[in-house]
């Protein structure tokens, strides 16, 4: 193992230049290994005899794989594109291959949302990304509704004063008691500054608490996480956390961050102060079931809850199918499970089949602005070669009448059977298991009061151990994630044997063997 430390002068010929302290972490996890080969759900690393030795991974690649790593078909039509000479990069060209994969994706929004309008597709090279080109493209349609409402009360109350002046309108009884002001010069006037102040009013961001979109500086703002979010959130808009148990408190956050302003409006020689919304909300954004909170399913309640509140005040719902999309969850979208519809959908990780980087953000076309096509760009989004992968891997998804998606609903069930199962002999060690398709969740109880001082001591990293120790003793490759230490998230793919599942279950059966012992010299290897 590298050292991570690098002393003053010296070659650092023993150190990680690339993320230098990660090598040292994996270490004390158990985890340092590099793998030379990867096949369906297979990793393989060498063993100190020099051959190879074979994971279980059921890691997926953070859900990246939901055909397996190097799934043949998906590596023939790789090797054909290269070997075809066609262009990997002719930015500022005509580009039909990602036109179609935009179509692919709109005939699935068709078939499993009974969506008639089209979304326009926009791509990207991460879930980050497209996370934020939503939320950008949001922000831009803000500030043009807020540019159209600053437009037409300028000019409203332009005809008010003229009305007035010329004496062809009188003020409604009530107007001016609104602003507490004695005439209407002063009422104008008055209107005109709590306009300046709440037209200018920074957006508001709204997500679920345990949420996670990304980790770029405007994704971040998003992700719940304080020691990954907080650093940074003097650099983007504030967000607001909804607890994702309690919709109904969506309703109070944003009755508290709603904003509202006066209206002119000239009606049979009236004028009356009408009162209007301000597009303050950027946007919703949210997983059908959170990755990183440790596989929590959004419920059809919740979605109701907050597809009604985001109506009643124009806020328009990013739905980020970045980790359930692509079929994991049973059917392409985890969100059309749950009736949640997304005024934008974000997809990355298995879109690109295990060997690209595709990422992509369809934007409903009524809220589509023609000036983003301009505005927004990237050197390596939208690619041949990792555009026409994304087009491969919804066709193999949707073969055969979409058997992709029975499959990882069938599989993801016979896991979730299986790790029932442990659960069952287990009550004592594990305390929940969940998802749905392929995410699925176990969740141990907490360590933190372990009667075992070494368990105790490294309960805040809990997972890890564990997932050091399935490595160590059973080849087997799962991780927690960093929002839930106590969960393992599994997100293997449709290519998962019951042997596997046997297997794992077999593991899980030994591990919490010691953790009912909470024998932690085994568990930790010491
Ligand atoms: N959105 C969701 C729901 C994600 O799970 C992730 C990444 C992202 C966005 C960001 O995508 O990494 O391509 O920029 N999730 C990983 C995880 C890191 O562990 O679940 P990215």
Do not use: W
């Not at 996480?225 to 148990?245: Q, Y």
């Not at 919804?394 to 896991?415: F, K």
């Amino acid at each position: 193992m590298s050292s991570a430390v690098i002393t003053a002068g010296a070659h650092p010929a023993q150190t990680d230049l690339a993320e230098p302290h990660m090598a040292e972490t994996l270490a004390l996890l158990g985890l340092a290994v590099e793998y030379v080969r990867a096949e369906g759900d297979t990793l393989y690393h060498r063993d100190d005899q020099g051959g190879e030795r074979a994971v279980l991974d059921l890691v997926g690649a953070f859900g990246a794989t939901i055909l397996g790593h190097h799934d043949p078909d998906v590596v023939a039509y790789a090797k054909s594109l290269l070997d075809a000479r066609l262009p990997v990069y002719a930015q500022f060209s005509l580009h039909p291959y990602a036109d179609a994969v935009a179509r692919r994706l709109n005939r699935v929004l068709e078939r499993e949302f009974g969506e008639a309008e089209p979304y326009f597709a926009v791509f990207a090279n991460s879930g980050a990304e497209a996370n934020e080109i939503a939320l950008k493209h949001a922000e831009l349609d803000r500030v043009t509704r807020l540019a159209d409402l600053r437009e037409s009360l300028r000019a409203n109350r332009a005809r008010a004063r003229t009305a007035l002046a010329e004496g062809r309108a009188a003020l409604a009884d009530d107007a001016l008691a609104a602003f507490g002001v004695a005439d209407a010069d002063a009422l104008l006037e008055a209107a005109e500054r709590a306009e300046a102040e709440h037209l200018s009013a920074p957006p508001v961001l709204l997500a679920l608490e345990g949420s996670f979109h990304g980790k770029l500086v405007g994704s971040v703002q998003l992700t719940h996480n304080p020691s990954f979010r907080l650093p940074f959130s003097s650099l983007a808009a504030r967000c607001e956390f909804v607890p994702a148990d309690r919709p109904d408190e969506l309703a109070r956050i944003v009755q508290g961050a709603r904003r509202t302003v006066f209206d002119f409006a000239l009606d049979a020689r009236i004028i009356r102060l009408v009162e209007r919304d301000v597009p303050v909300f950027c946007a919703f954004v949210l997983e059908p079931i959170q990755g990183e909170a440790g596989i929590r399913a959004l419920t059809e309640e919740a979605a109701r809850t907050i597809q009604r509140v985001c109506a009643s005040v124009g806020c328009p719902i990013v739905v980020d199918e970045v980790q359930s999309g692509m079929g994991r969850s049973g059917s392409f979208f985890a969100s059309a499970g749950i009736g949640l519809r997304g005024d934008y959908y974000t997809l990355a990780k298995s879109l690109g089949g295990g060997v690209a980087k595709a990422a992509v953000t369809l934007v409903r076309a009524s809220r589509y602005r023609r000036d983003f096509d301009l505005i927004h760009s990237s050197t390596y989004a939208k690619d041949g070669f990792s555009t026409r992968i994304a087009g491969k891997v919804i066709d193999l998804l949707e073969a055969d009448g979409g058997a992709a998606y029975r499959v990882a609903a069938e599989r993801g069930a016979a896991l979730m059977t299986e790790l029932r199962a442990v659960q069952a002999e287990y009550p004592d060690v594990v305390k929940d298991v969940r998802g749905r398709g392929l995410m699925v969740g176990l969740e141990f109880h907490d360590q933190t009061e372990s009667a075992a001082p070494e368990i105790r001591e490294r309960a805040d990293m809990f997972g890890y151990f564990a997932s050091g120790y399935l490595m160590r003793a059973h080849a087997i490759r799962i991780f927690p994630t960093a929002s839930a230490v106590h969960t393992l998230r599994f997100e293997p793919s449709i290519r998962l044997a019951d042997a596997d599942i046997a297997r794992t279950g077999a593991a899980l059966r030994d591990l919490c063997g010691v953790l009912r012992a909470q024998d932690a010299a085994r568990l930790l290897g010491l």
